[in-house]
């Protein structure tokens, strides 16, 4: 097998395609309950912390069971354990379609949690392993268009069919099962990522031996807090400014979006220019200056100037942790490590009102943004101060999965 070629395609389309579209129902979890949230607290009476489990009960799950997903991609491979949880996302969230009490909804959405670990797991490992050099940025980079461009398409659609009916939206889910199926047809067909006699040791083992993954995890729950930071109280701090039509402040909060659509096409070129201390370095930057932002101004539009600059930081900092993360670990550990990165994430998505949400009831919006600065500035001097290697400069081939049917970059084996 020749060694990676810097800047070449890869592979057949149909795989890509898959995993990109697949990518995009972690960020559809969420986003297709919203338009219809306040409809089904006022159709089952119950209150708002109710109905925000109904958004949130989904994260735990997916954060509780991330482990055990990568533990199965790791055991059996990435094909089956992703088409099982396609096809679990598609089932236990349309059955949202035929629900019609709290308690039933909201256990369709734990089980749906579970098979959006899977997803989301199997989705990261797959773009890992089946991509080298520039191609693998490329396609990380596309991978962070196509979660922006999903949490834009995603809600419209859900709020267009929400105008039937609070279940319809529900139907969106159903494409899980679908993708599940062609996943199966398409991504390769291999018993596991490498033989029993080559194991790294197990998860804990390695994060011991490389300390570095804790911090790229620590990454992600700081992005996860800051990102939901935004979600929650952006909308009641642009309510402070005189901004409350709800499509001007969709209009502003797609700024978030937008950014990161555009970032991801070029996120290869940037993670080449600069390397990942100085993209990471960038990215803490961007976050210190969108809240300090946030946390000073009475500026419509400079405030969709801040959520713009943090997408932006979200954009290249998305692929740059995922794949310092999956170098970080061999290919036999790479399911666990990447699932740990889904536990970090959701992890910081529940934290972040927990956190902030008593600061902002107690004082304000600008003080809770205040503190967000704060964070996103301890994060930028530790990056400052730590040195930070490239663990894949020395990776080689080994990373490419044994069975591929998807070739590495540069490289002439046959689907």
Known sequence: MNPPEEGR?????AP?????????LTIMAGAVVAPVLEVIRSDLGVGGTAAGLIITTHGLATALASPLAGWLIDRWGVRAPLAGGLVLYGVAGGAGMFTESYAALIASRFVFGLGAAAVFTGTTV???AYYRGTARDKVMGWRSTAISLGGVAWPLLAGALGEFSWHTPFAIYTLGIPLGLATLLVLPRAAAETDRDEKGGGILPLLRRRPAILGYYAMLIVASLLLYSLAVFAPIRL???GVRAPFVVALISMANSVAMTLVGLAYAKARAGLGYRRLLQ??????????A???????PVLIAV??????L??????????VLIGDSAPPDLRGQATALSGTASFAGQFVSPLLLGPLVDTTSVRTGYLAATGIALVLLIVLLVVRLNDPGENAGEQDVPKDSAVPAAGTTKEA
Do not use: D, K
Not at 9 to 13: D, F, K, M, Q
Not at 293 to 299: K, P, Q
Not at 306 to 311: C, E, K, V, Y
């Open 282 to 291: 960038l990215v803490a930057l961007l976050w210190v200056t969108a809240f």
């Open 239 to 241: 309510g402070e400014v």
């Open 9 to 13: 395609s890869v592979g057949r389309p």
């Open 16 to 24: 890509l395609v898959i995993l990109l579209l697949a990518s995009t």
């Open 313 to 322: 930081g979200m954009g290249l900092q998305m692929p740059a942790v995922t």
């Open 306 to 311: 801040a959520m713009g600059l943090f997408g």
């Open 293 to 299: 932002i946030m946390s000073t101004t009475g500026s």
């Open 126 to 128: 797959a773009l890992l």
